[in-house]
């Protein structure tokens, strides 16, 4: 049925994706590339989690917790392997992909505990865990401050330029021909085998609607209530940072992730601040003197950034991904895991949203990720 929407008459989209993060781009990435017709509409709120995250692709040191977090987290790491040369194929620029891994200092004998944990946990996930000695660890991070002997390398962590991704994932949309509308999403209405989106002078009616809000979804009208909160994270970056590991340092207090270029982000603060995006000077100090303790030549510098962003929070460690009524889905809620879980994510609802069976078994949506899963009405305070 053509039908005339908001921007002219064209013909309906099979697809709708509300949402223009990572998780969103990606998701209309794989619609497209399965064929259908896909449109993004997306309001570019100040304080969304990707262009602020750090871009860390941890999936061992980020699943402490749970080894089915980590397998999954393990998928999405291969799946960031092949899509990042594609990507930057596909958008003609770089996304600044790094596999040089993750290395995890030694700080104290607690530290050497944890640290032991961490490497049980990766070879029994099937992960390398390299142990550093002083001299290797000079090598590679000669800034790194005296009395520090010893290190964890996990090196199949990775990190990206989550900038740069989102930017080459909008790109490689564009390529497709696949429109991006400016709007804010008021509305969805399922009726008549559509759903009809609408909000600030934007409607569409589209076969199929993914929302992929972040922590703004559940302000979509017509949604059931989903229990996804923002909780803000604020960092700092530093300049001229040129040792030659150009992966992620991270310590329990802070993570220090390198940029090409020379640029060393310091992350992240915790706040449950509801949308707040306020920068305090006191957080900036504090994560500023603790990357110096563990780097002093950062001591006397005056970080050249300092930022805020709302990650998509839920009562438990996972996202919420699947299927909210016949035609229309949610991926939404994936915390501090976003950009590592992007491609996956991708991968998982995008069958489920054509009525398709994931080619790979591997790729259908756990139950654990289910938007069933919690009672309804729940929420969690901010
Ligand atoms: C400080 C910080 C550090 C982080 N570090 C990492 C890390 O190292 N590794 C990692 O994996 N993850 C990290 N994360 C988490 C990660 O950034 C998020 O989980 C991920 O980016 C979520 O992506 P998203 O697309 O769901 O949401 P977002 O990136 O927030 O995008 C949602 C988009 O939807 C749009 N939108 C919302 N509602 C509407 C509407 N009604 N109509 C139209 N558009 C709408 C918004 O404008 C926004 O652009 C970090 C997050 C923060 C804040």
Redesign the pocket.
């Known amino acids: 049925m053509a039908r005339r929407n908001a921007s002219g008459p064209r013909p309906r989209p099979d697809v709708l994706v ?8 990606l998701t209309a990435r794989e619609l497209a590339l399965a064929g259908a017709r896909v449109e993004v ?5 100040e ?12 999936p061992i040191a ?1 699943s402490i917790a749970d080894q089915a977090f980590a397998r999954l987290s393990i998928r999405s790491r291969d799946l960031w392997r092949d899509l990042a040369p594609t990507l930057e194929r596909e958008s003609g620029t770089s996304i600044d992909y790094d596999d040089s891994g993750s290395l995890l200092p030694v700080l104290d004998p607690e530290g050497r505990k944890v640290l032991d944990r961490i490497r049980a946990r990766a070879l029994d996930l099937g992960e390398a865990a390299r142990d550093l000695d002083r001299a290797e660890l000079a090598e590679l991070v000669p800034d790194l401050r005296p009395g520090i002997e010893e290190a964890l390398l996990l090196p199949g962590e990775h ?1 990206v330029d ?1 900038r740069l991704a ?1 930017t080459a994932a909008a790109a490689a949309l564009r390529q497709r021909n696949v429109v991006l509308h400016r ?4 509305r969805v209405v399922e009726a008549s085998g559509e759903v009809v989106t609408s ?1 600030n002078g934007f409607e569409c009616a589209a076969g199929a609607v993914v929302v ?6 559940p ?2 009208h017509g949604l059931p209530a989903l229990p996804i909160v923002p ?5 700092i970056a530093f300049d001229r940072v040129d040792w030659p590991f150009t992966g992620a340092i991270r310590t329990p207090a802070f ?1 220090a ?1 390198r940029r090409a270029g020379g640029r060393l982000l310091i ?2 603060s915790v706040e449950h601040a509801g949308f707040d995006l306020s920068l305090s000077d006191e957080v900036g100090a504090d994560l500023a003197t603790g990357a110096a303790a563990l780097l002093p030549t950062l001591k006397d510098r005056e970080p050249v950034e300092h930022w ?5 929070g839920t009562p438990d460690p996972w996202p919420i991904v699947g299927r909210l009524s016949e035609r229309l889905h949610v ?12 491609p996956l994510t991708a991968r998982m609802i995008a069958p489920l949203v054509l009525d398709q069976q994931p080619g790979d078994p591997r790729l259908a949506i756990p139950e654990v990720m289910h938007p069933g899963r919690f009672a309804a009405g729940e929420r969690l305070s901010s």
Request: hydrophobic share 45%; net charge positive.
């Open positions: 509300v949402g223009g993060g990572l998780i969103g781009l509409v997306d309001d570019r709120q304080g969304a989690a990707s262009p602020n995250a750090a871009g860390m692709i941890a980020e990190r989550n989102a709007a804010t999403v008021q909000g992929c809000g972040g922590a703004w979804t302000q979509v909780v803000k994270g604020q960092m993570y992730v992350g992240a805020a962003g709302l990650r998509p991926a939404a809620g994936h915390f501090r895991n976003g950009i590592l879980l992007a």
